[in-house]
């Protein structure tokens, strides 16, 4: 049974077709460039895919067909690179990539002048303070003053005492900074940006293409290193042929620039953004129709249907959604018929459970969100996987409808939901079988309503009239979904910093917070195992290890905050990870030993 990654894909499932090709559009038109788009959106709402689609289309229209493409990853170099040199060493590779293949001979010398000038940056930037912190060297004396020397250096205002100072800082920090800095010429930073300007449009210009540089995973990163990737954008949106993508959710990068300027108003977040990003392009929230069809095109996938049938089914779909201003949305009847699947096979089960649920994954708080939904579908997959193995009496769509039941409603609401099945003696609750009896009388309904659900009434009376009904025995239900049980019951045996430390380690992005070093500071040794057990319990919810699942970056800090709580994480990579770990892990394995069987010294 197959499961769906958690990666961006290239396949227009979400009909986000329109907005790329008015994007690309917008490229190309030589007289819109340079220009800088957003492509804004909230976490999971597909921003990678679209710029997948968007480059798609610039390589199927002749006017960009031979753009140079750049992907510059921003999350990446978190931690590891300073994020001006990396993107402007990036985009200055891609260039000579391309100017080994011009009829200009002269490009390519010209290619690599530019990237000499990269290399003067990276040394007048924070080169000293990366290496240092890689190596866990703390920065004192001449390292300090380098670091902030290079700062000055950087942004243009430095002088060459500062330059001295890197220099020095460098031999102090050891070999990582040497071979940086060429010890010919006096340049000085206003002159080397001028003449990398320079050098940057004669390359553009002698190759006559047009450079596109997508910045995906911006708001995944440190408010620094945002700063940084939109300054290092600003230096090239004053050259020619140039145009910047970037995807990031609004907020998040606001968020960053309020943190990074002090004191900074809404006013002046808004017009320094306005700036940087000239064109705001908003992913398109999915609807009823358009969270029906996502749910089809993942299903017809799962199933492994012919490439052919899947962009047939595709087409339909895409066609169906752009004329829903007339036409009544597509049946579950044709959507079957197109795959070659007979209506009443068990195949076809689950896209009409599709077609219930695609109403209530369009509502608050899902609101159609497609990482949330893909997510969601894993589950309901792995359930159903284990219900099979251990011959247990439940049916996919109402693993479904249970699964829908978690990830719409509080956490609070899904424990009741649960110590509800567990005190009832047989597994069935009469006082659902009352609800589903009400949901045509609203009123009557929330009277019926549990007190601590009502404040969800409207979401519950959609639930309750889904089929199938769950008034029957739940008890298959409450051992699969015995995870999300775990979680309720681990995080009430908390202290109150237990659970503080809980919500901050659940939403760490990088190994170094000194917010979550605190805070496990605070926490009592003896809730240390406890604490591993609600982090792991979450990551558990992640069927696909191909990325790093919430909650990593927590517990690995808190396995090196109490080694005592390594073999719970040792545990679940290896039922997860297997026998073959992602690259991601086999990396953390190298810095950390985490696999299984490993211990640390």
């Known amino acids: 049974m197959a499961v769906w990654a958690d990666i961006d894909t290239k396949q227009d499932f979400l009909n986000y077709g329109e907005a790329a090709v008015l994007v690309a559009e917008v490229i ?44 510059f990853n921003a999350w ?12 402007m060493e990036t985009v200055a590779d891609a260039l000579i990539a391309a100017a080994e293949h011009a009829e200009d001979k002269s490009l390519p010398g010209r290619a690599m002048e530019l990237a000499g000038r990269v290399r003067w940056f990276r040394a007048a930037g924070v080169a000293a303070e990366v290496g240092a912190a890689f190596a866990g060297i703390p920065l004192f004396g001449a390292a300090r003053a380098a670091a902030a020397a ?77 700063i940084r990737t939109l300054e290092a954008m600003r230096l090239f949106l004053s050259m020619h042929r140039t145009a910047f993508v970037v995807a990031a959710d609004e907020e998040m990068v606001r968020q960053s620039v309020r943190a990074h300027f002090a004191n900074i ?40 249907m012919e490439a052919e049938v899947q962009a047939r089914l595709r087409k339909d779909l895409t066609d169906n959604l752009q004329a829903a201003w007339r036409d009544d949305p597509i049946s579950v009847i044709d959507v079957v018929s197109v795959l070659g699947l007979d209506p ?57 409808k249970v699964a829908l039941f978690e990830r719409c409603m509080s956490e609070d609401a899904t424990k009741a939901f649960y110590a509800l099945i567990q005190a009832a003696e047989d597994g069935q609750i009469k006082q659902f079988a009352v609800l589903e009896g009400l949901t045509d009388e609203p009123a009557a309904f929330v009277d019926a309503l549990p007190e601590s659900w009502k404040r969800e009434a409207d979401l519950l009376r959609a639930w309750f009239a889904l089929e199938p009904k769950v008034s029957g025995d739940l008890r298959p239900i409450a051992y699969l979904g015995r995870d999300t049980a775990a979680l309720s019951v681990q995080k009430a045996a908390l202290s109150q910093a237990g659970r503080s430390a809980l919500a901050i380690l659940l939403g760490l992005e990088s190994r170094t917070s000194h917010a979550a070093r605190k805070a496990l500071e605070a926490v009592p040794q003896a809730e240390n195992v406890i604490l591993m057990e609600a982090v792991t319990a979450e990551m558990r919810k992640e069927v696909d290890w191909s990325t790093q699942p919430k909650g990593w970056w927590g517990a690995l800090l808190l396995s090196e905050h109490d080694p005592s709580t390594l073999v719970i994480l040792q545990r679940v990579i290896g039922e997860r990870a297997g026998e073959k770990p992602p690259a991601w892990l086999r990396a953390a394995n190298r810095a950390s030993s985490v696999l299984p069987g490993q211990g640390r010294s």
């Open 28 to 71: 190309q038109d030589e007289r819109m460039l340079p220009t800088s788009i957003g492509v804004l959106g909230t976490w999971g709402t597909g921003k990678s895919s679209l710029l997948n689609i968007i480059e798609a289309e610039l390589r199927a229209d002749s006017k960009t067909r031979d753009a140079i493409v750049v992907r």
């Open 344 to 400: 009443a096979s068990p195949q076809a089960v689950p896209f009409s459970t599709a077609d219930r649920i695609a109403p209530l994954l369009a509502m608050p708080p899902v609101n159609g969100n497609p990482r949330l939904i893909k997510r969601m579908l894993n589950v309901v997959r792995m359930r159903a996987r284990l219900a099979r193995r251990r011959s247990m009496p439940v049916s996919e769509d109402i693993i479904a």
């Open 150 to 226: 290079g700062e000055r250096l950087l942004e243009g205002g430095g002088t060459e005492d500062d330059l001295k100072k890197v220099r020095e800082g460098a031999k102090e920090v050891g070999d990582r900074a040497k071979g940086l800095i060429s010890d010919k010429a006096k340049r000085t930073p206003p002159r080397e940006i001028d003449e990398f300007k320079a050098e940057f449009g004669k390359v553009l210009g002698g190759l006559k293409r047009t450079l596109v540089v997508f910045v995906d995973n911006l708001d995944r990163c440190m408010p620094e290193q945002t």
């Open 76 to 87: 990446l170099y978190q931690g590891y690179d300073d994020a001006k040199a990396a993107l």
């Open 265 to 304: 108003g809404e006013r002046h977040v808004t017009d320094y953004l306005d700036k940087l990003i000239q064109i705001p392009v908003r992913v398109p929230r999915l609807g009823v129709r358009e969270v029906r069809a996502y749910l089809f095109q993942l299903l017809a996938d799962a199933e492994r």
